[in-house]
């Protein structure tokens, strides 16, 4: 007999088949071993049921391939959020959630002993009707003041249950909650509050939207309320061949909206040193003691980034003046006003010069240079010249422009071949 | 001492059986429920198995909250309060300039921290032009377009093109579109036979008007199948799949560890699709369609007259 569920207990595993379906969607089920392969045919068909059509697969010359395929400017919801509603519960569970929340609905205090009797008079209805104990009953209730739904005041020795009142006005927070869901950190939450309301169309739509870090909104939310208690937090942090523990100081997150990544910016106690962290790599957060100069390390932190083109830091925090200069020299035509937009809106810390009529210069100076190339790369059939301090990062830009020209046969031998089929025809 | 907190999230109270659950005993409550009404509500709430799942161990007793003649011993219609994390997160928003779009306020949220501030996080590669939340106007015209998507209103929309004239037309508004990348909000419309996306941006005067317009078909938009060669140096394909997350893609492996990826774009964002492509320098090679391939060639060749490499 399957024990198999739609509900999990833990996320962290079905995070991790989310990122590899979604994000890659290249792993066959003969590449797990024979004791995980139980559990990927679980979590596929987990997956199946919470994503639907949005899951295909591809069979290869190493098995079948599962990925998830989603164009998320034509889905106005987050699909990925479902994951976060699939937690298991027991039949107690949910009948005590629905029968408690019931004998609150009046917004009066109630004593556990009041609760307790109307739990049993309810459930009396039934054939075979499931008794509670009072540590139960109790532990629930703690459970929900902890939540927020409930709130707890004494009475004498006793104390008293009420249900915190109620509050968001639907029709005037519907486009609010659901725009914010979408482009907000742990846009997630927003998506529980939609699903208290009738589900009804949507007003916007979203384009350049990477939705890959729903995955990790539990592991931000801890990580912004360590930052907001300015607390020291214990992570588990894997790398592609190391799993490692690791005690940071959350200062920052660095969210780029062109690549996908989210990054935790931390200072990193061990080394002394501010190090950058892929949040999707991080799990287990364990909120530890505060930090007393968590200011003084955020406001040092934040004297770098005139000199952050990314999240590249400098590797000694002592030496801020360790920049790479980047310089660029454009051609841009008339009618090509465009280009000097897209230079103006995209230089981030780096400067815009016109030099003549035809020419602009794009000056920078960062931590890492190297983090630049793939933009500079945009500009391609345009450049005049480009120079960088770290000549191993202007070696490195030339030779693969270089390589660009072979792999499309520009000026090398295949272009003189096509030069001459032509000049034969 | 450290301080293992409760899974604020993940936790079952948001969980999609909760939340249909909730949404049927309503229903009964409401009088003359059927069977097939809690089916559609389980469809329409929970997941693709749930049916089978969740409405037996609802109405056979497992769990304790309907009778097999479809009433019910909760006397009320379940209401969830917020929680206090989603008080964080909604008192988080009023730090953000976008919340004044939406006529809300804080009301019920004095006392409570927000979830992140804007020192918490930054958005550090979003372009620097983008619209302008904290102008009246554009606050109001923004305001018109949302009430007359949720009126079913015409709009007449006065504008500047991108050729700096002022122009004036008459649409049904659609839905807003907003890029995170550009941060700029644009409006597709319908029953306007030249101006199918607008920048909110670009508006100057916007009303509603009452007389209607042909609702047509939205045109769909066209895509085509770029095909992709990604290397397996500099850890390209990791970085080439998240940077494409967003799109319909299929990836194979190859023998030697590199990756073939083919994804779905609309024609309309070809020229954007070019650079894109070309950031990943000769780490992502164009495999087809042909005509892509030589967009990306010709740059390469003018980059090659200006005589640098």
């Not at chain 1, 995070?15 to 979604?22: D, K, L, P, Q, T």
């Not at chain 1, 927020?148 to 020795?157: A, D, I, M, Q």
């Not at chain 2, 620097?128 to 015409?154: H, K």
Request: proline share 4%; with cysteine; net charge neutral.
């Amino acid at each position: 007999m399957s024990s198999y569920s739609e509900l999990i207990k833990n996320f962290e595993r079905v995070r991790s088949y989310m990122r590899e379906f979604y994000v890659y969607g290249l792993k066959s089920r003969e590449e797990y071993d024979k004791k995980s392969a139980r559990s990927y045919d679980d979590e596929r068909r987990r997956l199946e049921s919470w994503l639907g059509d949005h899951m295909g697969f591809v069979r290869t010359a190493e098995g079948k391939s599962v990925f998830i395929s989603i164009d998320s400017r034509s889905s106005f919801r987050n699909p990925l959020y479902k994951a976060w509603k699939s937690k298991s519960f027991t039949d107690g569970d949910i009948t005590l959630h629905f029968i408690l929340m019931d004998l609150l609905q009046d917004g009066q205090p109630h004593l556990l002993a009041q609760l307790m009797e109307g739990v049993d008079a309810r459930l009396a209805e039934f054939e075979d009707p499931m008794v509670f104990d009072e540590s139960t009953v109790r532990k629930k209730l703690k459970e929900y003041c902890a939540l927020g739904l409930v709130e707890s005041t004494r009475s004498g020795k006793r104390s008293l249950y009420r249900k915190t009142e109620l509050w968001l006005e639907e029709e005037s927070w519907r486009d609010a909650v659901h725009f914010f869901s979408e482009v907000a950190p742990c846009g997630v939450i927003g998506s529980f509050i939609e699903d208290r309301w009738v589900k009804k169309g949507a007003h916007f739509g979203f384009k350049h939207h990477y939705i890959t870090s729903a995955m990790d909104s539990d592991v931000l939310a801890l990580l912004f309320l360590a930052m907001q208690k300015h607390c020291a937090v214990t992570v588990t942090c894997d790398s592609r061949h190391l799993r490692t523990q690791e005690r940071l100081v959350p200062l920052r997150v660095l969210i780029g909206v062109q690549n996908g990544r989210q990054h935790l910016v931390a200072y990193h106690t061990k080394t002394d040193s501010f190090r950058a962290y892929r949040i999707d790599y991080l799990s287990e957060v364990v909120l530890e003691q505060t930090v007393p100069r968590f200011e003084e390390l955020r406001a040092e932190l934040a004297a770098l980034r005139p000199g952050m083109w990314g999240v590249s830091m400098p590797k000694d925090r002592y030496d801020r003046q360790s920049t790479e200069r980047v310089e660029m020299i454009l051609r841009v035509e008339q009618g090509e006003e465009h280009i000097v937009s897209r230079l103006e809106r995209e230089k981030r810390v780096g400067l815009v010069e016109r030099l003549d009529q035809h020419r602009y210069r794009f000056t920078a100076e960062v931590y890492d240079a190297g983090e630049m190339i793939p933009w500079l790369r945009t500009f391609i059939c345009r450049i005049e010249d480009i120079r960088f301090s770290n000549s191993l990062t202007e070696r490195r830009f030339k030779k693969d422009i270089e390589q660009m020209y072979r792999l499309y046969g520009i000026g090398g031998e295949q272009e003189d071949a096509r030069k001459e089929a032509e000049r034969d025809i | 001492m450290p301080e293992r907190r409760q899974n604020v999230i993940f936790n079952e109270i948001h969980s999609a059986y909760y939340s249909a659950v909730s949404k049927i005993i309503s229903r009964i409550l409401e009088g003359g429920a059927s069977e097939e009404d809690l089916r559609r509500i389980v469809a329409e709430n929970a997941f693709g198995e749930s049916g089978s799942t969740l409405l037996p161990a609802l109405t056979r007793g497992k769990w304790q909250l309907v009778h097999p003649d479809l009433s019910t011993p909760v006397k009320n219609p379940p209401q969830l309060p917020l929680t206090l994390i989603e008080k964080q997160w909604l008192k988080a928003l009023f730090l953000d300039p976008r919340i004044r779009l939406f006529s809300v306020e804080p009301t019920g949220l004095e006392g409570v921290e927000p979830l992140f501030t804007p020192e918490d996080y930054l958005i550090y590669d979003r372009y620097g032009d983008g619209d302008r939340y904290e102008d009246e106007g554009y606050i109001a015209r923004f305001r018109t377009v949302l009430s007359a998507m949720e009126q079913g209103d015409g709009l007449q929309i006065e504008m500047i093109d991108r050729r700096g004239r002022t122009v004036c037309f008459c649409c049904m508004p659609k839905r807003l579109e907003y890029s995170e990348r550009d941060d700029k909000f644009r409006l597709i419309t319908q029953g306007s036979r030249f101006y199918k996306t607008v920048n909110l941006g670009r508006m100057v005067n916007c009303r509603t008007v009452e007389r209607a317009l042909p609702q047509e078909q939205e045109t769909p938009p066209v895509y085509r199948t770029l095909t992709l060669h990604i290397l397996k140096e500099r850890n390209t394909p990791e970085r080439c799949l998240l940077h494409f997350a967003h799109f319909e893609k299929r990836a194979e492996r190859q023998e030697d560890g590199s990756l073939v990826v083919h994804l779905r774009y609309d024609v309309d964002e070809e020229p954007e699709m070019v650079i894109r492509v070309l950031s990943f320098g000769p780490l992502v090679e164009v495999l087809a369609p042909q005509d892509f391939r030589n967009l990306i060639a010709e740059r390469l060749k003018k980059q090659k007259s200006c005589g640098l490499f």
